[in-house]
């Protein structure tokens, strides 16, 4: 008898899907975009998805394994819950409001090496109606250790570029007949590999998203970990343990906000630019050369010298640019990065793989950069060698933020700046280029997050209102609090080149205190290292 009912169920459930299919099937294109003027319902039972057969969708052959309907509850409105992947194993999860659709649709990116499917990144844009998607990139697998799926070409084609834009195409394709009309609008999130992700789909897929955040981008996917692999060949003994401890870290990092905190005027624990700090690591040696409580021994000197200076070979040429910025110390504890480069070296950098014996020790870094170029191309939005072009994406009417810690000490902010001056030599100047790309720098800010200062803020009303009204954001307040969740401080961001100046007289924690400045002279951020494009620098008014 279970049975004869389970069977009648699908058949029911069949039924439901090949009705909506031949009921909408010409339905959506006929009612075009979405209104993003009220509130949209399903137009059909959440259950009968499972039924829909888009084994045949262009470009992004998609299965779908489940879908439920889960209740209201906690500001969050009823939605349908779809779980699938698409071919050959790029899982994602949809989560569509079945009563309060906005119009709009929202993908947020992954970090580290990804491997699972952080839809729980969607929450608060979920509960402002939008359907949000996410996806695995292509893999099963922790975000942080080894990626053992990196044996496999097509896991690698797709973690480097492909799994995000298909995944688009999937969910987009399901919101369409789910609804009986398209996004009115689609927008990015993303920070590290998720900043990566955006910057791919701005330059490879620029017809996926009207609006992209991407944050502390790892693209060039740290130039297959070498900034990593430098970094943990330093900051690691050949044990693996520290050559410094979190006591000796934090030594270095308050004698640094020490030297340079008061740069900008205001003695806050901040440093706004780490460029404009002078600091000399010998103010903080030992004096006989050993190690201290208090100090740093000449070992340890010599890897902090080796990591803000950033990856070179042995000519001395910058294989990455920049080195880890002023102010980021607080957060050079090695566990991270040696994971990061390790599984990196071992399982995506080269073909075929290493010995299983070969660690991010092994690397070489006069020898092993040619053999690792492909690599850099799979996982960077830019090859070696070139400039990024974005023409498409600007053509287009899409908008691109990209926010960046100033203290960030897993990407460093001058690959930002360096990728972000090389957009703009290319595509007509920095005042042309802030029409529809614009860069937040965040004082003190560590990798996508933490750091003793202002950290916390949300983009997605600015891309919003840049995308849908035309209204470019000069700012957004970012803030800082404390453990019991009270607001500490609040500082407005401003879009590069401008920064955040104390009037003199306000509450120095109060973001009201804070005005927008530009400097007198620009500098020209592009660095030369080993890839650099070779574009020529930007004309003056009088060249031109």
Not at 226 to 244: C, E, F, G, R, S
Not at 343 to 362: C, E, H, K
Not at 461 to 489: S, Y
């Amino acid at each position: 008898m279970m049975r004869l009912i389970g069977r009648w169920r699908q058949l029911w459930i069949m039924a439901i899907a090949c009705w909506a299919a031949t009921a909408w099937g010409s339905g959506a294109a006929a009612q075009g975009k979405a209104s993003t003027d009220a509130n949209l319902k399903a137009k059909a039972p959440c259950e009968s998805l499972v039924a829909w057969d888009l084994s045949r969708l262009e470009g992004a052959p998609t299965s779908i394994t489940a879908a439920k309907l889960v209740p209201a509850a906690n500001g969050v409105p009823e939605y349908c819950d779809i779980s699938g992947y698409v071919q050959p194993q790029i899982q994602f999860q949809l989560r569509l409001p079945t009563k309060t659709w906005n119009g709009r649709y929202f993908q947020v990116g992954c970090g580290g090496f990804c491997g699972g499917v952080n839809i729980q990144n969607c929450g608060d844009v979920l509960a402002k109606d939008f359907a949000v998607s996410a996806n695995n990139m292509g893999h099963v697998g922790h975000f942080l250790r080894d990626p053992l799926w990196g044996e496999s070409q097509d896991a690698r084609r797709d973690y480097g570029r492909r799994a995000t834009h298909v995944s688009a195409i999937a969910s987009k394709a399901i919101v369409e007949k789910f609804y009986g009309a398209k996004a009115a609008f689609s927008y990015f999130r993303g920070c590290s590999t998720g900043g990566r992700e955006g910057l791919m789909e701005a330059q490879h897929y620029p017809g996926d998203f009207d609006g992209i955040i991407a944050g502390d981008p790892a693209f060039a996917g740290r130039l297959g970990a070498i900034a990593n692999t430098w970094d943990a060949q330093y900051l690691l003994k050949p044990d693996n343990t520290p050559v410094m401890s979190d006591a000796t870290l934090q030594v270095l990092h308050q004698a640094v906000i020490a030297a340079c905190d008061g740069i900008d005027g205001v003695k806050d624990g901040i440093i706004m630019d780490p460029r404009a700090c002078k600091f000399d690591l010998k103010t903080v040696r030992c004096k006989d050369g050993g190690e201290g409580a208090t100090c740093l021994s000449d070992a340890q000197i010599a890897a902090a010298a080796k990591v803000y200076d950033g990856p070179r070979n042995s000519q001395g040429e910058r294989l990455f640019p920049g080195g880890e910025t002023f102010g980021s110390e607080g957060a050079w504890k090695g566990d991270d990065r040696l994971t990061l480069a390790d599984g990196a070296q071992r399982f995506l950098n080269f073909t075929p793989n290493p010995p299983a014996s070969f660690t991010y020790r092994d690397f070489d870094f006069d020898t092993d950069i040619p053999k690792i170029k492909d690599a850099l191309t799979r996982y960077d939005p830019v090859a070696p060698g070139e400039a990024p072009d974005l023409t498409a994406f600007e053509a287009r009417g899409g908008k691109l933020i990209i926010y960046h810690g100033w203290a960030d000490q897993g990407v460093s902010p001058l690959n930002t700046l360096d990728y972000y001056a090389q957009v703009h030599t290319r595509q007509g100047g920095l005042d042309k280029t802030r029409g529809w790309f614009r860069l937040f720098m965040v004082p003190g800010m560590f990798h996508c997050r933490g750091g003793n200062a202002p950290n916390t803020f949300d983009f997605m009303p600015a891309v919003m209102a840049w995308v849908e009204k035309g209204q470019a954001p000069d700012g957004v307040v970012a803030t800082q609090k404390d453990a019991a969740g009270a607001v500490m401080r609040q500082r407005p961001l401003f879009a590069y080149p401008q920064v955040a100046t104390y009037d003199g007289k306000g509450d120095v924690n109060a973001a009201e205190s804070w005005k927008a400045a530009t400097p007198k002279k620009l500098t020209d951020d592009r660095i030369d290292w080993i890839f650099s494009p070779k574009t020529p620098a930007p004309q003056t008014e009088e060249q031109q």
